[in-house]
Every structure is written in structure tokens, then in C-alpha cells.
């Protein structure tokens, strides 16, 4: 047994904005292909789970796009995966991923102030200026919320 293909968010991202977007199997299956080109496992499936806490990976309508938080880098090997796998190149539509993405956010942003969890409110806190930067969305009252409630 191998050791599994040593990939971060960025790369996963990097994949994904190949096609456009990809569904989860379909992204599975490309990493799988990544690590065999590689001699190596594919990597743990929490990775992809990671990838869509940080923001690196968004879900939109069935499918992931290459999210605000990540700097998509095309892995080694990745080149040929269009070649490999029987995938249409998607164009999500940017407004409505946006859309997503806001209303995802506000939840957790929710949450994050109900549950006083200071850990969650920093890393929200954070992701906003990615999110804000990517898309047309204003989080501008969500912030102040998050801000007001960090420690001071």
C-alpha cells in the first residue's frame, strides 16, 4: 500500500476549475485518477469535506465550483484529466453560486453568534473579505455582527 496523493484545497480547486464544476463522483474520480498517475492512494475523503468548510470548494446545485478562499492550482498530472474522464466543461452561473454562497455564510454565521463559538466567529469573520472580494455579495452587517461579537 501507498501512501495517499498529497493535495490541499487549492489543488482540489485547481481540478474542479478544469471543468468549470464538478460533482462530487466525478471529483472523486478525478483524484482517483490523479493518484493513480502518481503510484499513489487517493487521498482521504475528508479532504474534499475541508475544502468546503474553508470555502475552497463551494456546492451548488449538485455540483462543486472552485470557491473565494482558494487559489486553484492545477496538481501534476492534472492537465490530462479532461482527456480522462467523460466531463462536459460547466459554466455555473457565477451570481447564483454567489447567492449560495451568501446565504450558506449568513447561516453559519447564525450559528456561529448563537452558539458563542469564538473560534467560528473569527474564521467567518475572516472568510468574509474572500467572499466579499470573489462575488457580488455584501456582508457588510454580518461582519459588524461578527465583530461585535469577538472578544475584545
Do not use: C, N, Q
Not at 13 to 35: H, K, Q, S
Not at 82 to 90: A, F, K, S, T, Y
Not at 122 to 150: F, N, T, V
Amino acid at each position: 500500500m501507498s501512501d495517499p496523493i498529497d493535495l490541499d484545497g487549492d489543488d482540489l480547486a485547481g481540478v474542479v476549475d478544469l471543468f468549470g464544476a464538478l460533482t462530487r463522483e466525478e471529483l472523486d474520480r478525478a483524484l482517483a485518477e490523479l493518484a493513480f498517475k502518481r503510484d499513489a492512494d487517493p487521498p482521504d475523503a475528508r479532504i474534499i469535506e475541508r475544502a468546503l468548510a474553508d470555502y475552497e470548494l463551494v456546492a451548488h446545485d449538485g455540483r462543486l465550483v472552485p470557491g473565494p478562499a482558494a487559489f486553484p492550482a492545477l496538481p501534476e498530472g492534472a492537465a490530462d484529466l479532461p482527456h480522462i474522464l467523460d466531463v462536459e466543461p460547466r459554466s455555473p452561473d457565477r451570481d447564483a453560486v454567489a447567492r449560495t454562497v451568501e446565504e450558506r455564510f449568513r447561516a453559519e454565521t447564525a450559528r456561529a453568534l448563537a452558539d458563542g463559538d469564538d473560534a467560528a466567529v473569527a474564521r467567518l469573520l475572516d472568510a468574509s473579505y474572500d467572499l466579499e472580494a470573489w462575488g457580488p455579495i455584501d456582508l457588510g452587517d454580518a461582519r459588524r455582527r461578527l465583530d461585535d461579537a469577538r472578544e475584545p
